[in-house]
């Protein structure tokens, strides 16, 4: 799936990761505002904290998450469960 059909389901409430991508467990969803969030717009943030890998330095969290030029250009885009 390319980056476009990803942005979609995003929108839908999936949550899409790339296959290229080092390591299990990583994915990005979007976040929408509620009435007790402090921000204001959706935004798309990138999930590390079910990362498999066998770094223990590797970070395993929740940050807000931009997309490279290779990730827009990608066609391995797919949803996660």
């Known amino acids: 799936m390319n ?3 990803a942005i ?3 929108k ?3 949550k899409v ?3 290229g991508w080092n390591g299990k467990g990583i994915f990005i969803e979007l976040q929408v505002p509620d009435e ?4 204001t ?3 798309i943030y990138i999930d590390t904290t079910e990362l498999v890998t066998d770094n ?3 970070p395993k969290d929740r ?3 931009l997309a490279s030029q290779t990730d827009m250009l990608a066609e391995d885009w797919e949803v996660v469960e």
């Open 8 to 10: 979609e389901k995003l």
């Open 56 to 58: 223990p330095d590797a």
């Open 36 to 39: 007790y969030s402090k921000m």
């Open 3 to 5: 980056f476009g059909k």
């Open 41 to 43: 717009h959706p935004y």
């Open 17 to 19: 990761a790339r296959k």
């Open 63 to 65: 940050v807000p998450w």
């Open 12 to 14: 839908s409430s999936k």
